[in-house]
């Protein structure tokens, strides 16, 4: 069992920065990656960033690429989106997941343990 819990949302202006938090408890040995998603009312979730547990590989949506970085501590088990130059449409609840599916998965099905999502809401 992975208990995850997100944090570090708010509320900031387009073009500021935010840094969200992720960490991880429990049985984290059998994580191959993890991801963040986000979601806004009435759609599906939609990923946003990817890391493998090792900190070795991260990818990206072409939504966030080049403005959102994630990156792992792995002495605390704590993985973060640094989010960059932040646009109104980056408005969402965001979340961060487990999967122990190998490759790059984006899939919102192939990850578990679902934290219970932080929202950022920037205005324009």
């Known amino acids: 069992q992975v208990q995850l819990v997100e944090s570090g949302g708010g509320l900031v202006q387009a073009g500021d920065s935010l840094r969200l938090s992720c960490a991880a408890s429990?049985?984290?040995?059998?994580?191959?990656?993890m991801g963040w998603f986000r979601q806004v009312p009435g759609k599906d979730r939609e990923f946003v960033a990817g890391i493998r547990w090792s900190g070795t590989f991260a990818y990206y949506a072409d939504s966030v690429k080049g403005r959102f970085t994630i990156s792992k501590d792995n002495a605390k088990s704590t993985v973060y989106l640094q989010m960059d130059s932040l646009k109104s449409e980056d408005t969402a609840v965001y979340y961060c997941?487990?999967?122990?599916?190998?490759?790059?998965?984006?899939?919102?099905?192939?990850?578990?343990?679902w934290g219970q999502g932080t929202q950022v809401t920037v205005s324009s």
């Open positions: 429990g049985r984290t040995s059998i994580i191959f990656a």
């Open positions: 997941a487990q999967t122990r599916k190998v490759g790059a998965p984006t899939n919102e099905a192939d990850f578990g343990s």
